[in-house]
């Protein structure tokens, strides 16, 4: 079975909150007014945001206006990539697909982005952008998300099987895989282009073939799966891609503080699910 990408046009259209959000992410000069007036017009997106801004992860002050929460808590670039991962992440409902774990896929794409970011902040490279890291590692499984909303009952065949990768089983089903299929709708969405170029490569290319950004989001995935399934790390038994090089110690402390809030990103992943 091979997806078509014509079956894209079949997924729901975007909202308004979807549309200007994106107008907002591309523009760099974006008014945080207009912006919390767009999250204030969505209730269930709005009661996200201020539900994140008043996790543990962020402290315990308590937040009720959504401006605050922009300025004060998650700061303007990171809320516009949190929002556009939630307000993207709402197209698809995936309930007919079973085995498709929502507070898994929130759980590992918030965690993605942080250590996506903490890792590309840690290394200061200057062609290497921290919230081009973020948005990367926040969108980086949306395909998934499409995939069980579009072919239901293959996914769950899919998301059961563990003896390849999932990408390899994907492939071997529908003749793509999900990294492939998100780059083609995000594309047409007018998502920012380096969030699509690291899909292509996701989905084409071996880690150590890809940027340097590929590489830090490959890595923030892997580890951020392992964080969520409360496995052991050892940074030893682990090849860094070649950005990385040298840069266990910084790899090691990012880990640590990773594992330390595994209960609040649980608690930020079910807000969203």
């Given at each position: 079975?091979?997806?078509?990408?014509?079956?894209?046009?079949?997924?729901?259209?975007?909202?308004?909150?979807?549309?200007?959000?994106?107008?907002?992410?591309?523009?760099?000069?974006?008014?945080?007014?207009?912006?919390?007036?767009?999250?204030?017009?969505?209730?269930?997106?709005?009661?996200?945001?201020?539900?994140?801004?008043?996790?543990?992860?962020?402290?315990?002050?308590?937040?009720?206006?959504?401006?605050?929460?922009?300025?004060?808590?998650?700061?303007?670039?990171t809320a516009k990539n949190v929002v556009l991962g939630v307000v993207l992440?709402?197209?698809?409902?995936?309930?007919?697909?079973?085995?498709?774990?929502?507070?898994?896929?929130?759980?590992?794409?918030?965690?993605?982005?942080?250590?996506?970011?903490?890792?590309?902040?840690?290394?200061?490279?200057?062609?290497?952008?921290?919230?081009?890291?973020?948005?990367?590692?926040?969108?980086?499984?949306?395909?998934?998300?499409?995939?069980?909303?579009?072919?239901?009952?293959?996914?769950?065949?899919?998301?059961?099987?563990?003896?390849?990768?999932?990408?390899?089983?994907?492939?071997?089903?529908f003749g793509q895989n999900h990294y492939d299929i998100s780059a083609h709708?995000?594309?047409?969405?007018?998502?920012?282009?380096?969030?699509?170029?690291?899909?292509?490569?996701?989905?084409?290319?071996?880690?150590?073939?890809?940027?340097?950004?590929?590489?830090?989001?490959?890595?923030?995935?892997?580890?951020?799966?392992?964080?969520?399934?409360?496995?052991?790390?050892?940074?030893?038994?682990?090849?860094?891609?070649?950005?990385?090089?040298g840069q266990s110690q910084l790899i090691d402390s990012i880990i640590e503080?990773?594992?330390?809030?595994?209960?609040?990103?649980?608690?930020?992943?079910?807000?969203?699910?």
């Amino acid at each position: 079975m091979t997806v078509c990408i014509n079956e894209l046009k079949e997924l729901p259209p975007l909202s308004s909150s979807a549309r200007d959000v994106l107008k907002i992410i591309r523009d760099d000069d974006a008014d945080i007014g207009f912006f919390s007036q767009i999250i204030e017009r969505d209730p269930a997106l709005l009661s996200r945001i201020i539900g994140l801004a008043n996790s543990a992860y962020y402290g315990t002050r308590a937040v009720t206006n959504v401006q605050r929460a922009i300025i004060d808590v998650l700061g303007f670039r990171t809320a516009k990539n949190v929002v556009l991962g939630v307000v993207l992440g709402g197209i698809f409902n995936p309930k007919q697909c079973q085995p498709f774990d929502l507070p898994r896929y929130w759980f590992v794409s918030l965690m993605t982005a942080t250590l996506a970011r903490e890792i590309t902040t840690g290394l200061k490279v200057p062609s290497l952008d921290a919230n081009d890291a973020y948005l990367s590692g926040m969108l980086n499984e949306i395909g998934l998300m499409a995939l069980a909303y579009l072919h239901p009952d293959e996914m769950g065949r899919i998301l059961i099987e563990d003896e390849i990768s999932i990408e390899d089983r994907e492939n071997k089903f529908f003749g793509q895989n999900h990294y492939d299929i998100s780059a083609h709708f995000l594309h047409d969405w007018q998502v920012p282009e380096v969030v699509t170029d690291v899909m292509l490569e996701s989905s084409h290319n071996s880690p150590r073939e890809c940027s340097h950004l590929c590489q830090i989001i490959f890595l923030a995935h892997t580890l951020a799966s392992i964080i969520y399934s409360l496995e052991t790390i050892d940074i030893n038994e682990i090849t860094l891609p070649e950005v990385l090089a040298g840069q266990s110690q910084l790899i090691d402390s990012i880990i640590e503080k990773a594992n330390g809030q595994v209960d609040t990103y649980r608690e930020m992943a079910d807000l969203l699910s």
